[in-house]
């Protein structure tokens, strides 16, 4: 994987499980947006290929490939002016023709994705004047509309409160459990990557460090090794699974030094 002249990751070999919900984890500039852009088809890569149920995916057409899979990227931008009903709507270009007419079915998919993401209200509000949060799940919206059975989320919970954080991400759980749909989330969080992931991707200066279930991956030494921090792991009440403990980084600090007293 390289942008231009910049090499991010070499000799990489990754499997995402169909109908698993994964998570790509690791520090700053580790590659994990990277491997998502070209899973995505967004960037091809200098070597190798890029496979989606056996057909390299750099050789589908763009409309092909967007039917199968819908991808929230970071920092994306909206046009100037545009309301959030008409951006989500835009999730529906995949099953769009030169002859089709918006039907009933586009018109209910773009409702649902604005249910799910807590928008109906906003609908007819311009997305430059939405709070950093408000447009992160405008975003959403639009990707859920396009209703692909795989769907790639770079950092989905950016910009969000933790109660809306949560209830994304209860909603992403919901439709690769219930719906079958896979979903590859980049995160940040290891707590929530434990709780929700099924599979876990570990990046580590552009190569895969560890992958697997959250049990198997998440170990004090991992921790130590791939993201410079001591913890203890213990056992989530909610689910059984790993929940990460993070010891004290403190540092030595030399005592405030006191004013003298007059004599």
Known sequence: MAYEQRVIGEHLTVGIPDGEFTVILGPNACGKSTLLRSLSRLLPPRAGTVYLDGKDIHRMRAKEAAIRVGLLPQSAVSPAGITVFDLVRRGRYPHQSALSRWSAEDE?????????????????????????????????AMALAQESPILLLDEPTTFLDVSHQISLLDLFSDLNRTAGRTIVAV??????????????????GGRVAAEGSPADVLTTDLLREVFGIDATIIEDPLNGGPHVITRHQGRSVAPTPQPRKAA
């Open 108 to 140: 209910q998919s773009v409702r649902q994705a604005l249910e799910q993401t807590n928008m109906t209200e906003l609908a007819d509000r311009s997305v430059d004047e939405l709070s950093g949060g408000q447009r992160q799940r405008a975003w959403i």
């Open 187 to 204: 995160l940040h969080d290891i707590n929530h990557a434990a709780r929700y992931a099924g599979h876990l991707v570990v990046m580590s």
